[in-house]
Nanobody, 116 residues
Framework: VQLQASGGGLVQPGGYLRLSCAAS????????MGWYRQAPGKQRDLVAR???????YYEESVKGRFTISRDSAKNTVYLQMNSLKPEDTAVYYC???????????WGQGTLVTVSS
């Protein structure tokens, strides 16, 4: 397994969760690391991405609530999710992507359920 995701679960609205995705040395070093999510009946959408340069991208609906970070010592990318809403409920997928190298790796999904 090249990307190992963890951290999903059931949380009440307003709560928080942290997702983790561990990668191999090469994948972590050579790719932008990101998180996608897919809600039932919907397409898989990019939520956040962190580049090795330090730049980040966030989908509009999660700005100010989610934070993506890279830990180079652990080859791990995190998604801290605060102020969770029911509409954040989805399967979250870790992704490693490099448009120049043409690489695109996926981890297994981890389910996040926001419900009271």
């Amino acid at each position: 397994v090249q990307l190992q995701a963890s951290g999903g679960g059931l949380v009440q609205p307003g709560g928080y969760l942290r997702l983790s995705c561990a990668a191999s040395d090469t994948i972590f070093r050579d790719n932008a690391m990101g998180w996608y999510r897919q809600a039932p009946g919907k397409q898989r959408d990019l939520v956040a991405r962190a580049f090795s340069s330090g730049n980040t991208y966030y989908e509009e609906s999660v700005k100010g609530r989610f934070t993506i970070s890279r830990d180079s010592a652990k080859n791990t990318v995190y998604l801290q999710m605060n102020s969770l809403k029911p509409e954040d409920t989805a399967v979250y997928y870790c992704n490693a992507f490099n448009v120049i190298r043409g690489t695109d790796y996926w981890g297994q999904g981890t389910l996040v359920t926001v419900s009271s």
